[in-house]
T-cell receptor
Framework: DAKTTQPPSMDCAEGRAANLPCNHS???????VYWYRQIHSQGPQYIIH???NNETNEMASLIITEDRKSSTLILPHATLRDTAVYYC????????????FGQGTRLTINP | GAVVSQHPSWVICKSGTSVKIECRSL??????MFWYRQFPKQSLMLMAT?????????EQGVEKDKFLINHASLTLSTLTVTSAHPEDSSFYIC???????????FGEGSRLTVL
């Protein structure tokens, strides 16, 4: 599976949009971009995934660049409860069941 | 979404004893489950793939005789840490896929402390 690079930490003000970048320059054609988050001392939670089109659900939006070498997860109106470690993972649908986690981005939402 | 539950959520045991952690898929069947371990301030590390009705597949460096995995039914996988030592103290998390989107559902995690 392709490797991803994320900033180790980010801060965002409550109520503002949180934009979390992820680089995946070695992504291959059949690999999806998955985002999960882990709130302290809990199991990870699925957020969203996409192949090449932008995706949106009730939690977040995923913007994937045209060359698919990077993506951005957007939390449109961050709340304190969004403070967590966010993981960007690239994998094929088949391989996505066996996720390999990187270090992720520790997002802190400040009041 | 689908629910995966772990038990116990935390356990303290003496060095040398064995500890069993259960992972259940509550509202779906899972032929495959995954076990992760997470040390403080570190990311999740995949330990093994649990397969219903067959042997588990362990990641490189994970001792299969130390971490016994049993997937006896379509809704239950167990991880037994045998002869636990303080260095086995960690947060153990299981996950299971549902459907074919690649989405994984994770349990709440089980925190093991070995004294």
């Amino acid at each position: 599976d392709a490797k991803t690079t994320q900033p180790p930490s980010m801060d965002c003000a409550e109520g503002r949009a949180a934009n979390l970048p992820c680089n995946h320059s070695t992504i291959s054609g059949n690999e999806y971009v998955y985002w999960y988050r882990q709130i302290h001392s809990q199991g990870p939670q699925y957020i969203i995934h996409g192949l090449k089109n932008n995706e949106t659900n009730e939690m977040a939006s995923l913007i994937i660049t045209e060359d698919r070498k990077s993506s951005t997860l957007i939390l449109p109106h961050a709340t304190l409860r969004d403070t967590a470690v966010y993981y960007c993972i690239v994998s094929s649908i088949q391989g996505a069941q066996k996720l390999v986690f990187g270090q992720g981005t520790r997002l802190t939402i400040n009041p | 979404g689908a629910v995966v539950s772990q038990h116990p959520s935390w356990v303290i045991c003496k060095s040398g004893t064995s500890v069993k952690i259960e992972c259940r898929s509550l509202d779906f069947q899972a032929t495959t489950m995954f076990w992760y371990r997470q040390f403080p301030k570190q990311s999740l590390m995949l330990m093994a793939t649990s397969n219903e009705g067959s042997k588990a597949t362990y990641e490189q460096g994970v001792e299969k005789d130390k971490f016994l995995i049993n997937h006896a039914s379509l809704t239950l996988s167990t991880l037994t840490v045998t002869s636990a030592h303080p260095e086995d103290s960690s947060f153990y998390i299981c996950s299971a896929p549902q459907g074919n989107t690649g989405e994984l559902f994770f349990g709440e995690g089980s925190r093991l402390t070995v004294l």
